[in-house]
């Protein structure tokens, strides 16, 4: 009987020389004889555009080179977008590999239906609990539209689940529950509890929102739709202080941020509600 024993995740944006390739290579040593190790590599694309170079070309000799997986025991899995597979031409070997991999192409609304509710199916609440079929309908068809709704997707069903109302009813659109989502991080330090009641103080809802404008170009007017979003580096955005510092990883757990690597603030943000600047103007 083979049990799967390490499982190591990693984000090539977060790559570094020393201790993560020590981590990588201590995978093989030492293993039971019935384990099976499985590294994911997410994101491989950022090596071309995050990690520094000869970090990049060491860690691709690594994975060339391993031993067969006889001697490894290690499945390996790659996520790469299909659009940079051209930066793989230089590197035969990968590019071979790469050739052979599973193409996955943006899901239908009916393959999103099935992915909707699969989770839910395996857990151990498959027997209490159940979606209503036109929301998970509306859901998929609402996803469907483009791929990039995926995380929306995500984020509302997070919220539906959290809060426990799996009924159409509890639905109106993608983006609400993003909203809704970043109004509870920033009234609440208890925010991912079903029903948070630790109320932030004032001053403390203002300063996180500050910081979060500070990702947005506001117009002069008061025409909210032509706000528009804006990309700082991470020390401009913290200015160097602890406790911005601090907010920033707070909010960027909270899914609200996305930093994309160590010297750069969010690639991707979730914009404050029209509540939130409209309050902010009118402070």
């Not at 570094?16 to 981590?23: A, F, L």
Request: neutral net charge; aromatic residues 8%; contains cysteine.
């Amino acid at each position: 009987m083979m049990r799967c024993g390490a499982s190591y995740s990693s984000r090539p944006s977060r790559f570094r020389r020393t201790r993560s390739q020590k981590n990588l290579e201590g995978l093989f040593q030492d293993n039971p004889p019935n384990q099976i190790n499985l590294l994911i590599l997410d994101q491989f694309e950022e090596f071309f555009t995050q990690s520094p170079q000869a970090a990049r070309e060491q860690f691709f000799a690594w994975l060339v080179n391993l031993p067969p997986f006889a001697k490894t025991r290690t499945h390996i899995i790659a996520t790469m977008r299909a659009d940079y597979l051209p930066e793989l031409f230089n590197h035969s070997a990968l590019y071979d590999i790469a050739k052979r991999g599973v193409d996955l192409r943006a899901m239908n609304a009916t393959e999103l239906n099935a992915a909707i509710q699969q989770p839910l199916r395996a857990s151990p609440y498959a027997k209490e609990k159940r979606f209503d079929p036109a929301l998970v309908d509306k859901l998929a068809e609402d996803a469907a539209q483009d791929a990039a709704y995926l995380p929306l997707l995500q984020v509302t069903l997070q919220e539906l689940w959290r809060k426990g109302f799996l009924k159409l009813e509890a639905y109106t659109n993608l983006t609400d529950a993003i909203e809704q989502r970043a109004d509870q991080v920033l009234e609440f330090s208890d925010f991912d509890d079903a029903v948070p009641d630790e109320k932030r103080e004032p001053a403390q809802q203002t300063a996180r929102l500050n910081l979060l404008l500070d990702l947005v170009d506001v117009s002069a007017d008061d025409d909210i739709h032509r706000d528009v979003r804006k990309q700082l580096a991470k020390t401009e955005l913290t200015r160097g202080e602890i406790t911005r510092t601090r907010w920033v990883d707070e909010l960027a757990a909270a899914r609200l941020l996305r930093i994309q690597n160590q010297d750069r603030a969010p690639r991707h943000w979730n914009k404050p509600s029209a509540k939130q600047i409209c309050a902010h103007r009118n402070s």
